[in-house]
C-alpha cells in the first residue's frame, strides 16, 4: 500500500504509541485526584503542556487541550466573537477557503449578527496582506486565516497578516492543522494570538488537539462541568492521547529539517510527472505549499472513480469532488482558486508522508496516469473536447 | 463495511457494453458535468428489440456501475420491456446503492427512455 493521504491523517509514531499505552498501563490516574498516583498524572500532562508550548514559543499556560483541531477552531473563533460582542465590535475577517470548522462557525455567528468578510484567495490559492489590511473594519474584532490549506497545502503569509492585525488591534487565529509539524512556527515571530492544532496530523493520536492563546485572552469553555483547563475546558483530560501527542509534535518539529527537504523533492518529482499527463493542471501556488502536498485537476473525468481505482492499485488518496463529499457541490477550496465545476469534479489530492520513496513516487504517476486514461477513454466530455466540440479548459 | 456492493465494484471495475455504436439509432445524453455525472447510451434498434447497446459515462463508482448494468438489463430485450425499465431495477440488480447515490441509478433510466425517445423521433415508430 503507498499512504499518499496525510492530510486526511497520518500513521502514529511508534514513539507516541509507546507513550501511549505505557500511560494507559502504569499511569492511568485522574490528574485532578489529590493521591499520588493522580498527581503523576498531572505531572505527565503538565510535562506535555510545557514541551508543546516550548515546540512553537510559547508559554504552558498559554496552552489548553481539546479533542482536536475543529474543536480548537470552534472555541477560539466563538470566544473572541463574545468579546468583539461586549465591545461593540461584530465584524470578522476570514478566506473563502478556511476549513468547514471555521467556516461554519463563522456562519453560526452570522446568523447571531455578526459580519464576516471573506477574502479571495486568487488563483494562487494565497490571501493577500494587503487585502486583509483594507479589510479590517472599527468594528473587527478578530482575523482568522488558515497557516496552510487542507486541500491545495497553500501557505499563507500569516507573520505578514499577524503584523497588520497587531498594528491594527484586531486579534489573529490561525488554523495551523495542516502546518504544525510540518513548517516552522513560533507564536512569537509569526505574531499569532490564536492557534489551532491536532495531533493525529503530525503523527499523533486522533481526538486529540490543543489551542494556543496568548495570555490576556479569555476563552469562554465550549464545554462545561469541571474546573479542569483553568475552566476553558471541562472533562478529564485525556492525558495519554496528550502526552502522545507532545511526543509526536517533538519528534515532528526536530526532525523538520532532515524531511522537509526529502519531502519537497518528492513534491516536486510528483508534480512534474503528472504534468506530463496533458489537459491536467496544479492546484494552488507551485512553490509555497506544504512540502508534502500535491493537488491535481484532469479534465474529463470524475475524482470518485479515480480514487476507486487507485485504491485497486493500493495508492490511498483523496478528491475534492462532489461524489466523495455526498453533496452536488465540489470542493468549496477548488471552487476559491476559480477552477469550474466541470474541472473541480477531476480532482485528486495526494499528500506524501516523510517516509515516501521516489520508486513509490514513480508508481504513483505511473498509476494515475494510466487510471486518468482508461476513464478519460469512456467519457463522455472527453470525447466532445477531443473532437472539438467543445474548448478545453485546462 | 465497504462503500459498494461487491456487484457495484465488479461491474465499475470491468464495465460491460463500453462504448460507442457508430450506426446507433438511438442515442439519449442526460445529465450534466456541473453537478459531476453525464451519462451517454447507444442503443441498436431492430425489430422492436434492443440488438445491441453501449455506453460512455463520465461519473463516480456507481455511476459507471449504473449505467453498466443497465446496458445489460435490456441487451436483447423487447422495446416493450426496455420501456418499464426503472431505476429500481438497475440499483436492485446492483444489490443496492447507497442512499446518496440512487441518483446514479435514475441517470441509468432516465438515459435509457432519452435513448428511445430518440429512436421513436428518428423512426416515427411508437412504443
Known amino acids: ?394 | 463495511m465497504a462503500l459498494y456492493s461487491e456487484k457495484v465494484m465488479d461491474h465499475f471495475r470491468n464495465p460491460r457494453n463500453v462504448g460507442v455504436i457508430e450506426d446507433a439509432n438511438g442515442i439519449g445524453e442526460v445529465g450534466n458535468a456541473k453537478c459531476g455525472d453525464i451519462m451517454k447510451m447507444y442503443l441498436k434498434i431492430e425489430d422492436d428489440i434492443v440488438r445491441d447497446v453501449k455506453f460512455e459515462t463520465f461519473g463516480c463508482g456507481s455511476a459507471i456501475a449504473s449505467s453498466s448494468m443497465a446496458t445489460e438489463l435490456i441487451k436483447g430485450q423487447p422495446l416493450s420491456e426496455v420501456r418499464k425499465l426503472t431505476n429500481k431495477a438497475v440499483a436492485e440488480a446492483l444489490d443496492g446503492l447507497p442512499d446518496y447515490k440512487m441518483h446514479c441509478s435514475v441517470l441509468a433510466e432516465e438515459a435509457i427512455q432519452s435513448a428511445l425517445e430518440d429512436y421513436m423521433k428518428r423512426t416515427g415508430k411508437q412504443i
Not at chain 1, 485526584?33 to 508550548?53: C, M, N, P, V
Not at chain 1, 486529540?208 to 483553568?230: D, M, N, S, W, Y
Open chain 1, 1 to 394: 500500500m503507498i499512504y499518499a493521504d496525510n492530510a486526511a491523517t497520518t500513521k502514529m509514531s511508534p514513539a507516541a504509541i509507546q507513550k501511549m499505552l505505557s500511560l494507559m498501563k502504569e499511569d492511568w490516574g485522574n490528574p485532578s485526584s489529590l493521591y499520588t498516583h493522580g498527581q503523576h498524572a498531572k505531572e505527565t500532562l503538565e510535562k506535555a503542556r510545557a514541551d508543546i508550548a516550548s515546540m512553537i514559543g510559547a508559554e504552558p499556560r498559554e496552552i489548553i487541550f481539546t479533542a482536536g483541531g475543529s474543536e480548537a477552531d470552534n472555541q477560539a473563533i466563538r470566544s473572541i466573537a463574545a468579546l468583539g460582542k461586549k465591545n461593540g465590535k461584530m465584524h470578522i475577517v476570514s478566506s473563502a477557503f478556511e476549513h468547514h470548522a471555521v467556516l461554519h462557525t463563522l456562519e453560526r455567528l452570522k446568523e447571531e449578527g455578526f459580519e464576516v468578510t471573506l477574502l479571495d484567495v486568487h488563483e494562487n490559492g494565497i490571501v493577500r496582506p494587503d487585502e486583509v489590511e483594507s479589510s479590517i473594519r472599527d468594528d473587527t474584532c478578530l482575523v482568522t486565516i488558515m497557516t496552510a490549506n487542507n486541500e491545495i497545502g497553500t501557505i499563507q503569509p500569516i507573520s505578514e497578516i499577524g503584523e497588520i492585525c497587531r498594528r491594527k488591534h484586531v486579534l489573529f487565529h490561525t488554523d495551523a492543522v495542516q502546518a504544525i509539524g510540518h513548517l516552522p512556527i513560533n507564536v512569537v515571530q509569526n505574531r499569532i494570538d490564536l492557534l489551532s492544532a491536532s495531533a493525529h496530523k503530525f503523527h499523533g493520536p486522533k481526538g486529540v488537539g490543543f489551542l494556543f492563546v496568548r495570555k490576556g485572552i479569555r476563552l469562554i469553555p465550549l464545554i462545561e462541568g469541571g474546573a479542569q483547563e483553568h475552566g476553558r475546558r471541562a472533562g478529564t483530560e485525556n492525558v495519554p492521547g496528550i502526552a502522545a501527542m507532545a511526543t509526536a509534535l517533538e519528534e515532528a518539529v526536530t526532525s523538520m529539517s532532515l524531511h522537509t527537504p526529502h519531502l519537497i523533492r518528492m513534491r516536486d518529482r510528483l508534480i512534474e510527472g503528472l504534468q506530463k499527463i496533458p489537459h491536467s493542471a496544479l492546484n494552488g501556488d507551485a512553490v509555497n505549499r506544504l512540502p508534502g502536498n500535491v493537488n491535481f485537476c484532469f479534465e474529463g473525468i470524475e475524482g470518485e472513480s479515480l480514487l476507486l481505482l487507485l485504491d485497486d492499485r493500493g495508492i490511498c488518496a483523496s478528491s475534492g469532488s462532489a461524489c466523495t463529499s455526498g453533496s452536488l457541490d465540489p470542493s468549496h477550496v477548488l471552487l476559491s482558486i476559480g477552477r469550474v465545476h466541470d474541472v473541480a469534479h477531476g480532482s485528486l489530492r495526494l499528500s506524501l508522508g516523510e517516509d515516501v520513496t521516489s520508486d513509490e513516487v514513480d508508481e504513483i504517476i505511473a498509476s494515475v496516469s494510466e487510471v486518468v486514461a482508461y476513464l478519460r477513454g469512456f467519457s463522455p466530455i472527453w470525447r466532445d473536447l477531443i473532437q472539438g466540440k467543445k474548448p478545453f479548459i485546462l
